[in-house]
């Protein structure tokens, strides 16, 4: 059952073997959608291709796809073989476009997707709904490919216009200016109108770069001779250079071969090419003391801008960075990406130098995923500050590669190593079961952002239905909970990703057994929701879990039901579990942490959320859970 829809990610890549300038299209990506068709694939897309262009959302776009240079096979699963899913973060934007959309609580719109491989064919998956394929390496490229008949004809796995595709579902009026007799359009028409105007000046990708992502599917036909691009995504210079563009570079790199300080600052007194000095810079290795000094100055006029440092690339060794950075405390967002005498050090040292930081980008360097697992649980504090992304591959993982098992393995599948900060468990009966989201570190800004957008639907006694028969997806509260805050006036479908969060457990006693930081429990019994944010009281937990194992020894398979049971009654009276709040009190809770408070824009709309629904009779309304419902689920 269903109207099922796949969405492919291609871009230029070096196959295994080739010449660094001689790359191929490539899929990259894949996701399966049950139910997609219609208006939904277009709408999708177009959310996609804006994520992908945002800049900080680029950046990582970037660095993932040069990774797969000369690694794997020219297409599908020719070897050696690429990974199924070779560039998370591009999928799991991919994977959030197609499953939600929070911007508009009376569009909200949440559904479910499932990955699929990088070396899978078009004609390969559950389809009857046709493929959407869009091009990163040219984010304003798209391509929707159709095998099956409907109400209007369409070619069989031809590729076919975005308006083609949905007039399969919906026809355009005989005449285009057909109304009803109030002179209304249709509301339906005008949206299916609206969904096909951003496709009007997007261009589609041509059947050459969809032969040599699948020839054994559209036959081999000649591969593009275009030379690979560096940067995707680059803006192309227009007309002839000056002579101040001539003569620049080689005067800059004689003034640092001939140590002239005192020219290379006249140099800068032309703002406009403070970029063009930086590649220069790039360049050198090492990077020369007066080169350094260059820098300096140059880090000092950028911060008058903007506090931001982008330190990326740069021949640059540990103590030199920490060095320039230190009369800059105020930094906001720092990338010290692409070098590798960057390592855990370097960013314990920056973290402890600059607690401003909002966004550190630490991509290609030498610090490892479980250094920063590591990091960490010895200083929590770093993570506790304004930190809304710590950009690494460390966060940028579909599925969790830290596990081992627990001893409580009746409550818990595993225990990731990686600290979870937050989690939010959902549970509905008429809404599909049980979803989670986990976060490694968090800000109130970002928690009170995503509840916002994620339960934008409680302020409506009809948009209520939304969250409470999609409660049961991860999709959309994974999506609202991966993101910056934002700042005035930036949509959702704007908004920068800053890791990808973890769905991690199946059931309510497993969080409560296991997760030691913050859980939001949103539970919905007969249209009814109950909500509790909880922690353990860890000296009680602690007595808990010695009376467990008393009962229960490490090396028993199965619990003693009864003795196990009649623990967890007896903690009903002898010493509260866990801390309960409600919403007011648990980000009072967040600030006595020493975390800085959330906008208080973003809480009013919270708290009226909240206000709202607790206001709310019967179905859709929204009550206080007691602790001891909380105990009820252990």
Request: aromatic share 10%; net charge negative.
């Amino acid at each position: 059952m269903g109207q099922r829809h796949q969405a492919y990610i291609i871009a230029r890549v070096v196959p295994h073997g080739s010449p660094p300038d001689k790359a191929n299209y490539r899929c990259i990506g894949a996701i399966h959608h049950q139910w997609c068709y219609g208006r939904l694939p277009l709408k999708a897309a177009i959310r996609f291709m804006t994520l992908v262009k945002q800049k900080d959302n680029a950046e990582i776009v970037r660095e993932e796809v040069h990774a797969l240079n000369g690694l794997y096979g020219s297409a599908m699963a020719e070897a050696p073989t690429i990974p199924d899913v070779p560039c998370p973060f591009t999928s799991f934007l991919l994977a959030s476009a197609f499953s939600a959309d929070l911007s508009d609580p009376e569009k909200w719109y949440g559904s479910s997707i499932i990955y699929e491989s990088a070396k899978m064919g078009t004609l390969e998956g559950d389809n009857n709904d046709g493929i959407t394929v869009i091009d990163v390496t040219d984010p304003d490229s798209f391509l929707f490919l159709d095998d099956c008949e409907r109400e209007t004809p369409v070619p069989i796995m031809a590729p076919i216009s975005a308006e083609q595709y949905v007039r399969a579902y919906y026809s355009a009026p005989n005449d285009p200016n057909d109304s009803d007799a109030e002179g209304n359009i249709p509301a339906v028409e005008l949206d299916v109108l609206s969904t096909i105007r951003p496709f009007e000046s997007i261009p589609t990708i041509p059947m050459q770069k969809i032969s040599e992502a699948w020839p054994t599917e559209y036959g081999i036909r000649q591969h593009s001779s275009e030379p690979l691009q560096d940067e995707s995504f680059a803006e192309v210079a227009i007309g002839l250079p000056s002579l101040v563009d001539l003569t620049f570079g080689p005067a800059v790199e004689l003034g640092l071969r001939s140590n002239e300080r005192e020219k290379l600052e006249l140099l800068l007194s032309l703002p406009e090419k403070s970029g063009r000095t930086k590649e220069i810079l790039r360049s050198q290795c090492p990077l020369s003391e007066t080169g350094i000094y260059l820098l300096s100055k140059i880090l000092a006029f950028d911060l008058e801008r903007g506090k931001v440092v982008d330190l990326s690339g740069f021949h640059l060794t540990s103590e030199e960075v920490v060095a320039l950075l230190s009369p800059h405390g105020d930094v906001e967002v720092l990338n010290i990406s692409n070098n590798y005498q960057m390592n855990i050090d370097t960013v314990d040292k920056l973290l402890s130098l600059i607690p401003s930081l909002r966004r550190f980008v630490v991509w290609n360097t030498a610090v490892t995923n479980s250094q920063v697992m590591d990091l960490l649980k010895r200083k929590p504090e770093f993570f506790r500050r304004r930190l809304e992304g710590f950009i690494h591959p460390a966060f940028m993982k579909l599925h969790d590669e830290f596990s081992e098992p627990k001893l409580y393995d009746e409550f818990a599948e595993f225990k990731s190593t990686a600290p979870i900060a937050f989690a939010q468990i959902c549970q509905a009966k008429y809404g599909g079961g049980t979803s989670s989201v986990s976060l490694p570190y968090f800000t109130p800004g970002q928690i009170a952002q995503a509840l916002a957008d994620f339960l934008s639907p409680l302020a409506s006694d009809h948009d209520v239905n939304n969250i409470i028969y999609s409660m049961g997806r991860s999709c959309p509260i994974v999506a609202a909970c991966a993101c910056h805050v934002r700042q005035e006036g930036e949509s959702w479908g704007e908004r920068a990703v800053t890791l990808i969060p973890t769905g991690l457990l199946t059931s309510i006693k497993k969080a409560l057994m296991n997760y030691q930081g913050w859980i939001f429990l949103f539970i919905e019994r007969d249209g009814v929701i109950q909500y509790t944010f909880l922690r353990r009281n860890l000296e009680v937990f602690d007595q808990f879990e010695k009376d467990l194992k008393e009962v229960w020894p490490p090396e028993a398979r199965s619990p003693p039901a009864k003795e196990v049971q009649a623990i967890k009654h007896s903690y009903a009276t002898k010493g509260r579990l866990y801390h309960v709040y409600d919403i007011h009190d648990f980000f009072k809770q967040l600030e006595s942490e020493g975390r800085p408070p959330a906008a208080p824009k973003t809480l009013r709309r919270l708290f009226d959320l909240f206000s709202t629904a607790s206001n709310r009779d019967g179905h859709g309304s929204l009550k206080l859970m007691t602790y001891e419902t909380v105990l009820s689920y252990l």
